[in-house]
């Protein structure tokens, strides 16, 4: 395809329009995010229907919302989009997809159908819609997904994503602070997402480790959500507790799947890293969402001993991150194998306990 001020690029086997995207943007990935701290008293003024049918909904701060339609069937629902945080469009789709279809995974469901949601620039060329169109579709079609239509308006800065509808045995799905005392903690993905990130956006990136993230998040979550759902189908559900790690960082939402009952216990030394993620958090290539969660976790996180570059890497915002997952001890090690034969990096960082003096603490 001819375009002006573009030099096409190979991926995927077909020429695609290559764009600095970043340029048009002034954040990306979930380090876009809203922090939480601003969202909770904008959400507790609202009016709200009691329905007994809405098993799950945001006052849990889960992945999705959970809908019963039949005995022991429910919908599983949610939507997700940001603006790009890598300048090869076709990439962008695939990682925003893959991205929105984890909260679909983390709730233990299967996607049934998704919807495209795009803001674009009116004067941008077309072509770069395209493209990332086509990157979101591919992420779909991987899923087992239907594309089914969507909603596009004119804006002045891209972001796609998707709005998602699953379904799910309700007797198998998944909240995300249903842990239990003694339960091991798997996590799926390496950490260092937006750390990596920001390093290349200021040109000091290794081309390796970027390439190395950007496999990370355009990778679906859907390979270890179905190990774990065969688990507890097969078994007397082992598998307690499940979350994706995204925009607020592993502690915030290891924090959420603390609850108000237990404390999460991190081994710092057991994380499972993104090349470059300890040398780029020491050179200060933080972003600003990790601040937001680092000031969000103040009083909540212990983290006191642990070296201020993995402190960084565990509030760093990930952007299509992995599963954290709360599993009786017993068949911990057993499903981490069984993940780690399609996502190498998991790891189990960790263990649930009764709660202590923060509801995480940083080994």
């Excluded at 089914?148 to 309700?170: F, N, P, Q, R, V």
């Excluded at 507790?241 to 607020?248: I, N, P, S």
């Excluded at 952007?319 to 954290?324: A, N, R």
Aim: with cysteine; proline share 4%; hydrophobic share 45%.
């Amino acid at each position: 395809m001819e375009l002006s001020n573009y030099s096409p690029v190979k991926n995927g086997g077909s020429e695609s329009p290559a764009q600095s995207l970043l340029s048009s943007c002034t954040s990306g990935g979930c380090g876009a995010k809203i922090e939480a701290d601003a969202l909770v008293p904008l959400l507790s003024g609202l009016r709200l229907k009691n329905d007994p049918a809405l098993i799950a909904g945001f006052g849990g701060n889960e992945d999705a919302a959970v809908y019963r339609i039949a005995e022991n069937t429910v919908l599983v629902s949610t939507v997700d989009f940001f603006p790009p945080m890598v300048d090869d469009p076709f990439l962008f789709g695939k990682i925003a997809a893959a991205n929105a279809l984890s909260d679909i995974y983390a709730m233990g469901a299967r996607p049934l159908f998704a919807l495209n949601m795009v803001c674009f620039p009116e004067k941008m060329d077309k072509a770069i819609l395209a493209e990332i169109l086509r990157g979101g579709a591919e992420k779909i079609l991987e899923a087992g997904a239907v594309l089914a239509g969507g909603h596009s308006i004119y804006d002045h800065e891209i972001k796609y994503g998707l709005a998602l509808t699953g379904i799910a045995e309700e007797e198998l799905v998944l909240r995300n602070n249903a842990c239990k005392t003694g339960d091991a903690l798997i996590l799926t993905k390496a950490l260092g997402i937006g750390l990596v990130m920001s390093a290349m956006r200021a040109g000091k990136a290794d081309e390796a480790f970027v390439k190395k993230a950007v496999s990370s998040m355009e990778r679906l979550n859907r390979y270890a959500a179905e190990k774990i759902t065969a688990m507890n189908r097969a078994a007397e559900k082992p598998v307690h507790a499940c979350t994706d790690v995204t925009g607020f960082g592993l502690l915030s939402h290891a924090a959420e799947m603390a609850g108000d009952s237990h404390s999460i216990l991190i081994e710092s030394g057991a994380l499972p890293l993104l090349p470059g993620a300890i040398e780029y958090a020491e050179a200060f290539y933080i972003t600003a969402g990790a601040q937001r969660n680092r000031n969000h976790m103040a009083g909540r996180a212990e983290t006191d001993g642990v070296a201020e570059a993995v402190q960084e890497i565990c509030f760093d915002p990930q952007t299509s991150g992995g599963l954290l997952v709360s599993v009786d001890m017993e068949r911990a090690q057993e499903l981490c194998d069984l993940i780690k034969a399609d996502d190498s990096d998991a790891a189990i960082i960790g263990e649930v306990a009764d709660r202590g003096k923060c509801p995480v603490i940083l080994l």
